[in-house]
């Protein structure tokens, strides 16, 4: 019988080498995951809906919240059926005392739109 220690190289690496890495790792996940989570977003934008009022209009209605009372600043955009941008347009919106606010915005299209889309919502400078 042939030694098999002989005829193949030996392992490189000590047995503890992958387990370890693996183990950075999650550390490393878990720890980015929590510096996500507790980020202190001051403006959050969602799309509520949209309608498309004709073929040269669409209503877009966002709502935006804010610990703060901040100006905030949205960009909504339309899009046809081919997915092209056929409108856009910003809104600002004034500080208020309310945290969530529904604001409605009226996107003039060059063409039919098929959806409304939120692009950004921030606060101003």
């Not at 919106?93 to 060059?110: G, H, L, N, W, Y």
Request: charge should be neutral; aromatic fraction near 8%.
């Amino acid at each position: 019988m042939t030694d098999l220690s002989s005829r193949y190289a030996t392992r490189g690496r000590p047995r503890w080498f992958w387990p370890t890495v693996a183990a950075i790792g999650i550390a490393l996940g878990v720890a980015f995951a929590a510096w996500v989570g507790f980020q202190n977003d001051p403006v959050t934008g969602r799309l509520w809906g949209y309608e498309v009022v004709d073929a040269n209009q669409i209503t877009v209605t966002l709502d935006i919240v804010r610990p703060d009372p901040l100006d905030v600043q949205c960009t909504v955009y339309a899009q046809a059926a081919d997915h092209a941008i056929v409108g856009e347009k910003s809104v600002d919106v004034p500080a208020s005392k309310r945290e969530k606010v529904r604001i409605t915005v009226d996107i003039e299209t060059q063409r039919k739109a098929v959806t409304g889309v939120l692009r950004t919502c921030a606060a101003k400078d």
